[in-house]
Nanobody, 124 residues
Framework: QVQLVESGGGLVQAGGSLRLSCTASGRTSSTYRMGWFRQAPGKEREFVAA????????YYADSVKGRFTISRDNAKNTVYLQMNSLKPEDTAVYYCGAQLSSSYLYNWRTFNYWGQGTQVTVSS
């Protein structure tokens, strides 16, 4: 089992920045990849970014490339999502997920564990 706890969400004006954190506990050594997804009201959960635990290889949705940066600190079992130049359309609940094997990473259904989510609201 892997437990995930997100933090760092909040309300920010367009153009501002936030940093989300996701701290894992339990069998963290079993995780292959960590990812961030988001879900706006009435929409399906969508991929934002992911990072491979072993070598730090990163992946981003086109909508956030150049604005968001995912990083990890394996010693702290923590993954970060630095979000800059935020837009109103980034408003959503952001979820951290853990993937145990090399599966298709752009679909939230391939992730095995999830945090409770943290709200990000960007005002115009």
């Amino acid at each position: 089992q892997v437990q995930l706890v997100e933090s760092g969400g909040g309300l920010v004006q367009a153009g501002g920045s936030l940093r989300l954190s996701c701290t894992a506990s339990g069998r963290t050594s079993s995780t292959y990849r960590m990812g961030w997804f988001r879900q706006a009201p009435g929409k399906e959960r969508e991929f934002v970014a992911a990072i491979r635990r072993s070598d730090g290889d990163t992946y981003y949705a086109d909508s956030v490339k150049g604005r968001f940066t995912i990083s990890r600190d394996n010693a702290k079992n923590t993954v970060y999502l630095q979000m800059n130049s935020l837009k109103p359309e980034d408003t959503a609940v952001y979820y951290c997920g853990a993937q145990l094997s090399s599966s298709y990473l752009y679909n939230w259904r391939t992730f095995n564990y999830w945090g409770q989510g943290t709200q990000v609201t960007v005002s115009s």
